[in-house]
């Protein structure tokens, strides 16, 4: 299929759209006609602009309430699509895309409709044009595809078809079993996106809410799979459109669309075999910020067991758990610290072929420098690092290489492996960074729901590789106040502020863990717990006297405690009993113990 992109996808003036559009690899472009309000040039020369970046002009967005209307407006009507139809020819573009007509005084009459479009059609022939007829959700009459194709089929005239919408489609419930009633040869145009829920308001829903295929929960993949499969071949157009995505530049906004057309077609999505587990997590520090999180770490039961045989660089062992703390004065990891002090500066995560997916990194994306191990490597959008190893860590060549081993693992271990983690992101690249682990790491993610902070909402989407244990929780807020907004304040960067490590036996190790590094949790909570569950009191005072938090679904029981922050970063302690779910019932007790924190060791900051 041939891949395009509309012009409406994108903010900033046309020529920026169009070269954006060429060097992220579409082959076409749809130009929305008020995009040419604002170039600077006639219509050929956007013609040749287009032309001289090696991308076709593919149709020409969009005419709209023209058919049926009351005959007082049909002659009108026609003189308005002949001015369309003369801009479209001297664009260059093949089609004019013809919207369903929405006004209210649309008549409802297929014939009349019929009618209207093949005398548009006979006069879209006359200058080699094509017509495509799009049904529109929020339209008056003409709600589905099977709509538009019976009047298509009454206007009977070869140079109209349909265009295809994926969010109007779906918005309607129009299905993909009527497709089999479609002739592919009669549909000129797919236009693609995404939406987080179509149970909303269909004009809110298809004028605002649109995101990248990927991004939301439609099954956008499935439609364009069906229609390949009864033999579609032409273009495919994305036509995504919200304020998240306008706030990004046009090259972000066209790379990330044609990683979402890689995930569509298949391309972008190895399956949930790309990633296989978590190899270890890089914390950078330095400093008091390294003793405080040795102490941390030695309270948590992680023991030193190699360091680095030159440099500053040791690893901290408990089971499945690897942590590499990276006190080095140069590199990648020190750049890290010096922006955000102690931080997560990157994740080794063990993969099934680590050259492949390295070289999935953008072309146009500059090799990082001061890699702090010799293995291959690749970024996210939101400036996340990851370390692709084949291998367990200590398993691989270069680990022998640059480290010696000082003590053992510590036998039993208390922490057995790393349950999930979160990542903070800025709201204008979350979108983003949700679709990088989809379509380059082949992660699987799960409905978007909003956390209640005290000072906000944290908005949340879980990702998970697919033998699920790699399992996060990416979260955004556009709140000033909010604990993770805090924490992107304080970092600069996207960053991972929060990691949950598995125990099978919670109150065992919290009676060990001093008090003073665990998060005091509000003591209403407990009071609050038995309205909600039917626990013994004695559960529920060994909960509180260590601060352990509680919740069930229908898998089992989750058993949670939090270690106070270090920089923002902050550790979790998890049993499951069954249960799915990562503690998200939880999630707005933990940030108000957090922000109580935060506002009682700053409350002099305003004086």
């Known amino acids: 299929m041939l891949r395009a992109i509309s012009s409406l996808s994108f903010s900033g003036p046309l020529e920026e759209k169009i070269v954006a559009a060429a060097h992220a690899g579409f ?6 006609r008020e995009d040419m309000v604002g170039f600077d040039g006639t219509p050929e020369d956007v013609a040749a602009l287009a032309a001289r970046h090696g991308i076709a002009i593919v149709s020409l967005q969009s005419l709209r309430d023209f058919e049926a209307l009351p005959e007082a407006e049909r002659a009108w009507a026609l003189r308005r699509a002949g001015r369309f139809l003369d801009l479209a020819a001297r664009l260059g573009a093949a089609i004019l895309v013809v919207c369903a007509n929405t006004r209210p005084q649309a008549l409802d009459d297929p014939d009349r409709a019929a009618a209207d479009l093949g005398e548009l059609a006979d006069m879209a022939a006359a200058r080699g044009l094509r017509i495509g007829y799009e049904a529109l959700a929020s339209s008056t009459h003409v709600r589905t595809y099977l709509d538009a194709w019976e009047i298509v089929g009454k206007a009977a005239r070869p140079n109209l078809g349909l265009v295809v919408n994926a969010v ?28 987080p829920i179509t149970r909303i308001d269909q004009r809110l829903l298809t ?25 579609y071949k032409g273009p ?5 459109f919200n304020e998240q995505l306008r706030a990004l530049k046009p090259a972000q906004i066209a790379k990330d669309a044609m990683r979402a057309l ?24 330095g400093g008091e910020d390294a003793e405080d999180l040795r102490r941390m770490l030695a309270a948590l039961g992680f023991v030193a067991t190699h360091r680095a ?14 942590l590499l703390v990276n006190e080095e004065r140069g590199g990648l990891a020190h750049s890290f610290y010096l922006l955000q002090g102690l931080s997560v500066s990157a994740l080794g995560l063990r993969v099934t072929d680590a050259e492949a997916l390295a070289a999935r990194r953008d072309e146009a994306e500059p090799e990082p ?13 939101a400036g996340s690092v990851f370390y692709l190893l084949e291998k367990a860590l200590e398993d691989s060549p270069f680990f022998a290489k640059m480290f010696e081993a000082v003590a053992a693992a510590p036998a039993p271990a208390r922490l057995l492996r790393v349950d999930h983690f979160a990542q903070a992101l800025r709201p204008n690249l979350f979108l983003s960074e949700l679709l990088f682990y989809r379509a380059i790491l082949g992660f699987g993610s799960e409905a978007q729901r909003d956390v209640l902070d005290p000072h906000g909402t944290v908005r949340s989407r879980v990702v998970a590789n697919g033998n699920g244990r790699v399992r996060m929780s990416l979260n955004s807020s556009q709140e000033a106040g909010t604990t993770t907004r805090r924490f992107l304040e304080r970092t600069g960067l996207a960053a991972y502020h929060h990691f949950a490590f598995a125990t099978d036996d919670i109150f065992a190790l919290a009676r060990s863990l001093p008090r003073a590094l665990v998060l005091a949790v509000p003591a209403n909570y407990y009071d609050d717990l038995f309205l909600r569950f039917d626990l013994p009191e004695e559960t529920v005072a060994a909960m509180r006297a260590h ?13 949670q405690l939090y270690t106070r922050a270090l920089n923002g970063v902050f550790f979790e302690i998890v049993q499951r009993g069954g249960y799915r779910g990562l503690g998200a019932a939880n999630a707005a007790v933990r940030m108000l113990a957090q922000a109580r924190e935060y506002e009682s060791e700053h409350a002099f900051d305003a004086y």
């Open 27 to 32: 082959a076409g472009i749809e130009v929305f």
């Open 262 to 285: 890689d995930l569509v077609e298949g391309a972008g999505s190895a399956g949930g075999d790309v990633v296989l587990d978590i190899a270890f997590l890089e914390i950078a520090c």
């Open 168 to 195: 109007h489609s779906f918005a309607a419930e129009a299905g993909l079993a009527g497709l089999d009633a479609v002739d592919p040869a009669r549909i000129f145009l797919l236009h693609i996106a995404d939406a």
């Open 309 to 322: 045989r030159s440099g500053e660089v040791t690893l901290y062992r408990q089971g499945d758990i690897r």
């Open 207 to 231: 004028e605002a809410f649109r995101l990248l295929p990927g991004q939301g929960n439609l099954p956008v993949a499935e439609l364009a799979t069906a229609l390949t499969r009864r033999g």
């Open 547 to 559: 601060g352990i938090l509680y919740d069930r679904d229908e898998g089992g029981e989750y058993f």
């Open 236 to 240: 495919v157009s994305v036509e995504a």
């Open 369 to 381: 420098e001061g890699a702090s191990y010799a293995l291959p490597l690749i970024r996210g959008p």
